[in-house]
């Protein structure tokens, strides 16, 4: 689908976090994304180096220092540079945190989330829209049908899925994230994901996520997708996708594969005045096919599953 080039109908309102560690080259283009845009209020977090890794202190000292010197346009400016690292999932987290101790809601971006112009604008409008609609709980930037859309008739969709590469929220909403997932020993014996799915195959998944948090994994992103499934918190979609994700490749903290389809996808611009439902439903059909798609191909869990059946 073709966009043409956005005007931002007005000056953006909005607050950004900016969540950036060692990696200048990502972090420039998401910067350069960023002040083009000029949020008037920007924050910026950042976890301390790593002792292990030799020269890493350098990298993230150039990363703070070209952000904070390249901020030429007027803002307010609040920055949290820890000067020990914490980890992805307490760094991310407790930064998101911090944010929301000042914001009632806001844009969050990573360093190699790089955005179209348009996804501001179309943060802060859904932002404002559903503000109080506690059914709603996470804008996502990102797209992944490829070009295949159920309803041309709209702007967005309403989803049990919601990306995590370039995003917004709101603070009430993040209120209710706990990064440990204290009460999901009981959401799986009682296998209460399956009500919220309606298939074993998605719950399974789903469980294998969990589990893997509950097993140590170093993540912050998993835990906030529970928070949405227990709270029945639908995320909003976009027609396009909005967001390009850089950090495909060898230097990557997830995301090493060149080959995987969401490597280089274009970020696209929606279209504006957006065109909103009267209604809040959850596109189901979009939603499985992106599960039948896209998630099962691309997971071990399914091609386990698969041999275990072959195998009876």
Not at 102 to 107: A, H, S, Y
Not at 181 to 207: C, H, P, T
Request: net charge neutral.
């Amino acid at each position: 689908m073709c966009i043409e080039k956005f005007t931002p109908p007005h000056p953006l309102n909005t607050a950004v976090l900016f969540l950036v560690f060692n990696r200048l080259d990502t972090t420039k283009q998401v910067f350069e994304a960023i002040r083009q845009v000029e949020p008037p209020r920007l924050y910026i977090a950042a976890d301390g180096a790593r002792e292990a890794k030799e020269g890493e202190e350098q990298k993230v000292k150039e990363v703070r220092n070209y952000i904070t010197s390249n901020i030429d346009w007027e803002c307010e400016v609040k920055t949290l540079f820890r000067e020990q690292n914490l980890g992805c999932k307490l760094a991310v987290s407790g930064s998101i945190d911090w944010f929301f101790e000042n914001e009632e809601m806001g844009i969050i971006l990573e360093d190699d989330c790089l955005p179209s112009k348009s996804f501001f604008w179309f943060c802060e409008e859904l932002l404002k829209r559903y503000k109080d609609d506690m059914r709603i709980w996470h804008i996502a930037g990102n797209n992944f049908h490829f070009g295949w859309n159920r309803d041309e008739d709209y702007s967005y969709y309403f989803s049990y899925y919601g990306s995590i590469w370039g995003w917004a929220s709101w603070k009430n909403r993040w209120s209710h994230y706990d990064v440990k997932m204290k009460n999901y020993d009981e959401i799986k014996s009682k296998n209460y994901l399956w009500d919220v799915f309606g298939n074993q195959a998605e719950a399974d998944f789903r469980i294998s996520n969990f589990d893997e948090i509950k097993n140590g994994k170093n993540t912050w992103d998993f835990q906030w997708a529970y928070t949405r499934f227990i709270n029945s918190g639908l995320s909003i979609v976009p027609e396009v996708n909005l967001v390009r994700n850089l950090g495909f490749g060898e230097d990557a903290t997830h995301t090493h594969s060149k080959n995987d389809r969401r490597a280089n996808m274009n970020a696209d611009n929606v279209h504006f005045p957006l065109k909103h439902q009267a209604f809040i439903i959850r596109d189901k059909k979009s939603d499985d096919k992106f599960f039948n798609e896209f998630v099962k191909s691309n997971h071990n869990i399914f091609k386990k599953i698969a041999k275990k059946v072959l195998r009876k």
